[in-house]
């Protein structure tokens, strides 16, 4: 979140504009905002609990949960070797926290 921040702030300097968000947008941007903290407290909590294969192995399952929601609220269809992608990852997750 600093890190975003610092990044906004640094192009706003270099650039002279500043970052405007318009007003049919702040509902979305406010709710991926405290959707990101609560996100990253949940990781470091599940870490603190000593769970740290689990969830790093689960947490490289991040690029699957784009893929659906592009499927789910855009309508976009995956090709075959999409598909098979993202079968790959979950059955490669499966395996490795079967392994332990």
Do not use: F
């Not at 929601?69 to 995956?78: C, F, M, T, Y």
């Amino acid at each position: 979140c600093s890190t975003s921040l610092a990044v906004v702030t640094l192009a706003a300097a270099v650039t002279g504009r500043s970052p405007k968000v318009g007003r049919s947008a702040l509902p979305a941007v406010l709710a991926v905002g405290l959707l990101d903290v609560i996100a990253n407290v949940l990781y470091v909590s599940a870490l603190g609990h000593g769970l740290a294969g689990v969830v790093s192995t689960l947490s490289s399952l991040y690029p699957v949960t784009t893929v659906a929601l592009a499927w789910l609220v855009l309508r976009e269809r995956a090709t075959a070797w999409q598909g098979l992608g993202v079968a790959g990852a979950i059955a490669g997750v499966a395996l490795v926290s079967l392994g332990g």
